[in-house]
């Protein structure tokens, strides 16, 4: 699809921020002063599992961000990534050009687009925890509701998080028979087909069904002659579950999940120039400037993309992707008097075959594949229950993953010169975790409530890996002339137990812990004020460029101590809801990613981070719902070696200042339905994209603005909807890889530029 708009530059990207944050301040200021005015209706309830039992949003003394099956809609939610634009201190962003994904939380994140990397923000698909990066991404549907949690989880879900977790909760069988179905249609010819049915199968037995198609062109523009438009769209989702109640006590669960990407083309970046000053800092090429002795302009392999445009330039029909996932699990839930026991059992399988072309040019100089396969079992029993006024949860969590990858990188324009470079690396990694949790809620008195919670993990990890040179030429290795190396190739790095010993193992026993007041004022609301630890275990850098020692290739466990304070208040007789926190982090070895030219590497590093984040949401009078929420944080690092400055302290990676969005919907009634129109921004300020914070990471900050018109029929179940979302066309930057040092230039991402839909969503 051409695009007809010109690309918003710059200086508009400015304009338009300042506009909206006024428009957000104006939103907040209306909600607390119109918003005293009698609206018609009070805010709906939300429920969350965020302590593991269903409590009111309200009742939970946790940051966090709930979303409704009918807000995800309103949203336009359709994959996990787009949590970012409606939670505040998020930013989920693909940190590849197809198989990675990574969600900072807080400015706490993992970016190491390397396969086998945990990521300390955990994200779970109803009780089951994602592992793999590759599949942290993937289309929603028939949600009952989605679920941010701020802050470190350790004390009660299954594999702990120092920043926080998101979950996706399915929607489950009824004993009624419902369903809904759906088709729409779309830009860059897109269309989707979803839909779910939910029936009993007899009094005890109950199913559901759901299942959701989507395809798209690719909406990144290719103008190289014979080139093909790439970041296509082609997913199926399928999901289904069967609920027996075996006996009036124990209820069963089978819920098995299936999704597959057949193979479309995906993985290129835009090519920004860059050259090393007399500083020997990346700098932005100027067009008259010869720094690579290439021509005016130009990198190092003498080209200069002409495209300001973020999604379109000219590069090689080389990128592809496609995954295959797997995942069966079994709920048993015992009622035992006043006790509850919980069982959950899953097995998930994973696989990716992902191939990039890397310097977003028609010449073919720089491409890397990479191939995953991971198989992972899980088993969680826990116990809840009530002694008195007192609740208390406690259990045992089993992890265990095998993991094998596949990765190279090559420079198909240098082969056979001085400059030649053609490598692989393989690895192999076992993870095994077994745990043991509880949290006990005693009450103090009628308000007063004092939460403990502990949970102690052991882990242990093993590491096999080999990197082998297919050729190499004398500019990298100083021999005589380029070398081609039979296969397997030649061997340069051999790391695991046979060769090095107790360094391709790691063992950690780890705490986490939590200890928190709750405190309900008697007009009403939540204080609540508490200090937790949270934990990740330690890991193995990921060695494609060869460069690595032994002694580099592991890095620590981390650890945080947080103390955090926050209020939850539903005000005007519940038209008007204020929600607020703010927080202190203590980092110790906290394990950042920086990549330069061909290596990237995890560190530990030791730093603090503070913040605050606000949501606000009120009825208004004229069936009016409004939004707005923010964050603030301030993150540093200390003693971070960087590629350019020596060592120096840092921010954190993806780690914004600010982060604002917001929404307004106005619902009228015309004829027998109603229409709604909706409003929605989101705001992400400055950031790096690399932990040395070099300027070639450096990501300009930028709003999206999105739209959708919606008309119901309350009678027949029908609903008619269309969006515009990015209307202005802002070019986002959402991820930037430094390979100044071997190319002269920056590998940049970019999000959707303005796309629409129209859907037509039958409910029975």
């Known amino acids: 699809m051409t695009i007809i708009a010109t690309k918003t530059d710059q200086k508009e990207i400015s304009a338009n921020v300042v506009a909206i944050l006024r428009a957000a301040t104006a939103v907040g200021a209306l909600m607390v002063t119109v918003g005293m005015a009698q609206a018609q209706t009070a805010l709906e309830e939300v429920i969350v599992t965020a302590q593991r039992r269903e409590q009111n949003l309200q009742e939970v003394g946790v940051s966090v961000t709930a979303l409704s099956a009918e807000r995800i809609r309103d949203l336009g939610i359709t994959n996990s990534t787009d949590i970012g634009r409606v939670a505040p201190g998020v930013v989920f962003t693909a940190t590849t050009a197809g198989t990675a994904s990574a969600m900072s939380m807080r400015g706490i994140s993992q970016s190491d687009f390397s396969a086998m990397q945990e990521a300390p923000n955990s994200i779970y698909y109803d009780d089951v925890y994602l592992s793999a990066s590759g599949a942290a991404s993937f289309s929603t549907f028939d949600l009952e509701r989605i679920e941010v949690l701020r802050g470190p989880q350790g004390t009660l879900f299954g594999r702990n998080a120092t920043g926080g977790l998101a979950r996706f909760v399915t929607a489950k069988p009824t004993s009624t028979f419902e369903g809904y179905a759906e088709v729409g249609v779309g830009a860059f010819n897109g269309y989707w087909v979803e839909g779910a049915v939910s029936a009993p199968l007899s009094d005890r037995l109950r199913s559901r069904l759901a299942v959701k198609q989507e395809q798209a062109d690719g909406w990144w523009e290719n103008r190289a002659p014979g080139g093909k438009d ?49 500083t020997g800092v990346p700098t932005p090429q100027q067009e008259n400037l010869d720094a690579w002795g290439t021509g005016p302009g130009n990198n190092l392999f003498g080209y200069r993309d002409p495209y300001a445009d973020g999604q379109t330039s000219a590069f090689e029909n080389r990128g592809f992707l496609e995954s295959d996932s797997s995942s069966p699990t079994l709920m048993l839930q015992w009622k035992l008097g006043s006790t509850t026991l919980t ?195 330690a890991g193995f850098n990921g060695n494609l460029g060869g460069g690595l020692s032994n002694e580099d290739t592991p890095f620590g466990s981390e650890s945080v101590m947080t103390f955090e304070l926050g209020s939850k208040f539903d005000l005007l007789d519940k038209k008007l809801r204020l929600n607020s926190s703010v927080y202190y982090y203590d980092y110790s070895d906290y394990q950042g990613y920086a990549f330069n030219g061909l290596q990237g590497l995890v560190g530990n590093y030791d730093g603090r981070f503070f913040g605050a984040e606000m949501e606000m949401q009120a009825n208004l009078p004229g069936d009016v719902l409004a939004s707005i929420a923010a964050s603030y944080s301030d993150t540093r690092l200390s003693d971070v070696r960087t590629a350019y400055f020596g060592v120096k302290d840092v921010e954190a990676i993806l780690a914004p200042q600010w982060i604002v969005n917001g929404f307004v919907r106005k619902d009228f009634q015309i004829g027998s339905g109603r229409l709604a129109a909706l409003w929605s921004f989101d705001y992400v300020s400055e950031r790096y994209a690399s932990v040395d914070n070099n300027p070639a990471t450096f990501i300009d900050d930028s709003v999206v603005q999105n739209l959708r018109l919606s008309y119901t029929l309350d009678d027949s179940g029908l609903e008619f909807a269309a969006f515009v979302n990015n209307f202005t066309d802002t070019d986002r930057q959402t991820f930037v890889y430094d390979v100044v040092g071997t190319g002269g230039f920056t590998g940049n991402l970019y999000d959707r530029p303005r796309t629409w839909g129209l859907s037509v969503r039958k409910s029975f």
Not at 428 to 440: D, W
């Open 343 to 537: 069982s959950v059992t899953n097995y998930t399988e994973f696989s990716s075959n992902y191939a990039e072309e890397i310097d977003g040019s028609p010449i073919d100089f720089a491409a890397a594949t990479a191939r995953q396969s991971l198989r992972q079992w899980s088993q969680e029993i826990r116990g809840a229950g009530s002694i008195g006024s007192h609740e208390w949860t406690a259990g045992v969590y089993y992890l265990d993953i095998e993991m094998s990858t596949f990765g190279d990188f090559f420079f198909p324009m240098l082969a056979g010169s001085d400059f030649a470079y053609d490598n692989y690396q393989t690895m192999n990694q076992q993870t095994s975790s077994l745990a043991t949790f509880g949290q006990v809620e005693w009450q103090l008195g009628d308000r007063l409530t004092l939460i403990t919670g502990i949970r102690y993990t052991y882990d242990n990890k093993t590491f096999d890996s080999q990197v082998y040179f297919r050729e190499l030429g004398n500019g990298y290795s100083g021999g005589a002339g380029t070398s081609v190396f039979p296969p397997p190739g030649l061997l340069v790095y051999d790391f695991q137990k046979a060769t090095v010993g107790n360094l391709a193992e790691q063992n950690d026993g780890l705490w986490s812990g939590k200890v928190q007041l709750d405190y309900k004022p008697e007009s009403g609301g939540l204080l609540y004020a508490g200090v937790s630890r949270g934990v990740k275990g």
């Open 230 to 278: 790439t970041m296509e769209t082609n997913a199926l989702g399928v999901r289904g579950q069967f609920e027996f109640d075996v006996t009036e006590n124990l209820l069963a669960r089978l819920s098995i999940g299936y999704s597959k990407q057949p193979r479309h083309r995906a993985g290129t970046y835009k090519s920004r120039n860059f050259y090393l000053d007399g």
